[in-house]
């Protein structure tokens, strides 16, 4: 007990990889607000991107930002060799880019995970950090059940869910055996991004919501019955630093965990939009169906029952008003202004 | 119709990895025996593996035999540039040996199935091989339910179950790119094992069929009550042979298949062995508890439910007599001579 009470006192090193994206953004603007991760200070974040990632404003705790290719493995010696206590990696190519360019998915997001992992495993057994990999539900193909539970089968239908799932496995194998203690969080699609438009094929679930309450236009490409699964970019950020300080105890035996979402349909995203919005905004949603596109969504998993996670104390919104006011409070200042009706 | 004909008249080339093992040379035997793959004359086989293996007796079609070690990229790339129309991939380091050396075991079963693959793709697309991939029921890990379905998570425990699992998502991705055609099937425990006990823990399975009726003594560590997954070697060689054989389409969406097996306890095992061979035999067979390995035991699967695999045609043996009967026909010429009672 006194033991445990001196570690947490300890202030904490970080280390974030893929720090120059949004959900590293949104992680770090966390810390600097919280100033503590869990119940212990934080004394000192790495943020590493391909780029160098921007510093949080306002962080209490030191700050160092470097651009390193973590497909290097000289790269992910350095960044190690200072023995951060947690490591949120969440560094990758994105599922599109992964798709056309075969080669650089795996490298980056297989053997750059790797080079990072056995990195770790180089310190020796006295080092054992914490690593939170941001996984994903795309880890999951069809032909799915109606909810799907936490001993469902990896059996990805893309190379990034490919790769995440490897990834996973290896953290897994890793964990057991005593390098690091991991936790890989499969993360739901994340919504409403905030920025512009990116070309994810996912991306029309947050343009839907975001175009209209910014007083642009949004095209709808798929159809209102699309059932999909759903968490905030506040709620993903809870996630990550929840699986920060779990114990390890929790951890034992399974490595990998579902994260709670919102299941909606494009149908109910667009009620939760009218109720909070009006029917003014609604009107800026224009129908342009794409075949291509709606059969990739259609294959995509619509509902989870992620009891471990649950159980683990993982929170995310209930409905998909609650991720749409998250975006208002987050993102437009609390409120919806000019976009109104 | 008329261009499968021709396609099958064609006599086919064959290379298989991890020749020199026991079910390497076993596959051998029969491919020798039958000269035929399926409806296709067997025009070429390569055997490789890190020791150069035997070549079988009274084979019909050309043998080359080469030592090589597959994680290097160059010996791939040569094995592969013939572009041979099956591949049976069964090259491993064994879990035993996987767990004691960490970087052989990521280097051989992770890095050298990757270069194979990558060296199937560096052919182009006008080249998709067959490629059947041994994997094993390694890749699951408890809680296990009752009886394990085709749609259950991989969760190993250890680092072979892993790199199977592993491969088995890199096999399958690159089918899915059409890169290659693969199919991973997942071997139940092989027993009874011929020749001398190997040092894996599942070795005592095989040891107390297979000493007794050779007319030695067998050591016993693990309870009676400790249920597990059987097939022969003749049944695994069968499981190849149908996989290598198997029409593309009945592969979409799915390239992991759970070989059906016999479920039985040790006592079960025991059992037929005294119907079998009577008392005497069974009198070989001494009761040592080793807890260690009961406990290991007590964590590996019991059952499975293989739908996928009995739809598409897999059988093995359906009791544990049918499977010391198989050991008796192919090890013992036919009869248990001097061992029986």
Redesign the interface.
Known sequence: MIHAAVTSDVPKTILVTGAAGMLGRKLLERLARDGVLGTAQIGHVTLVDIVEPGRPAGASFGVETLAADLADPAAARDLVSTRPDVIFHLAAVVSGEAESD?EKGYRVNVDGSRLLLDAVRANGLDYRPRVVFSSSIAVF???FPDAID????????T?YG?QK??TE??L??YS??GFLDGVAIRLPTICVRPGKANLAASGFFSSIIREPLNGEDAVLPAPETVRHWFASPRAAVGFLVHAATLGSSALD??R?LTMPGVSETVGGQIAALRRIAGDEVVRRIRREPDETLARMVASWPRRFDPQRALALGFRAETDFEQIIRVYIEDELGGSIGAAGS
Do not use: M
Not at 150 to 157: A, E, I, V
């Open positions: 075969l193909g069809p032909p936490d001993d469902h089968s990896t059996t990805p239908q190379s490919t799932a490897i496995l290896l897994s194998d057991r055996r035996g399974c990998y």
